[in-house]
């Protein structure tokens, strides 16, 4: 416990998930939290003493500016992601543009918004999320995603190279299959396809070394790591969490 004593957290998404998780996390570790999503409903179960909740968009500039100016953040956690199902040929430009927009542009606008005040105090580190799939393995029907979370990763080492002498780390992870609601909306899905909600987890399961999918607390774990101080000497890289999948 105390591990990020004194320490303040914007994060993005919270309202479910990994952003849930690594919400309260953070919280337990001593970090003001000021967990955001654009479902205010779903804010609703972060009942914590060291956690405020209020609503941000991470597709509007301005609705960013206003919470990192409310957060004054040492840590930022930007989770807010959207996967879509299909291949290059099944993708509408929609799509591409939504996706760029909130699994990548997201970060750039909250990034920017929060390295002043970063800078300012001599010290931050920004945690996105990325996933295993992407630059380091490719998945069926994952077409958008994947290249958006390649995108992902760029976008981190540039951050963390350009302001490495200057306090801010930067880092993103990289999880496999990670149980969520939005998760199984997914299973959901494709049980729809195949007839059976039962085979659809089944071939989810299927390509998993360890033979289940990633709980969201394991994510927030490394979470608080990438935020404390244990990884002071850690910028600039991807960090797997994928259960071995990648590791094939």
Known sequence: MGRLDGK?????????????ASALAMANEGAQVFATDVNTEALGTLDHANIV??????????????????????????????????????STDDEWDFAFDLNVRSMYRT?????????????????????????????????IYGTTKAAV???TKSV?????????????ICPGT????????????????LGSYDKAMEQFVA?????????????????VYLASDESAFTTGHTHIIDGGWSGQ
């Open 8 to 20: 303040r957290a914007l994060v993005t998404a919270a309202g479910q998930g990994i952003g849930h």
């Open 53 to 90: 909740t209020f609503p941000l968009d991470a597709r509007d500039s301005d609705s960013i500016a206003d919470g990192v100016s409310r957060a004054k953040p040492d840590i930022l956690f930007n989770c807010a992601g959207f996967v879509h199902h299909g291949t290059i040929q099944d």
């Open 111 to 143: 990034i920017r918004a929060a390295l002043p005040g970063m800078l300012d105090r001599g010290n931050g580190s920004i945690i996105n999320m990325s996933s295993a799939l992407g630059s380091i393995i490719g998945a069926p029907n994952r077409f």
């Open 153 to 155: 990763v760029g976008l």
């Open 160 to 172: 963390a190279v350009d302001f490495i002498t200057q306090g801010i780390r930067c880092n993103c």
């Open 178 to 193: 990670v149980e969520s609601p939005s998760w199984h909306d997914r299973v959901k899905a494709l049980g729809e396809q």
């Open 207 to 223: 390509r998993q070394p360890m033979g289940r999918v990633a709980k969201a607390e394991e994510i927030a774990a490394l979470v």
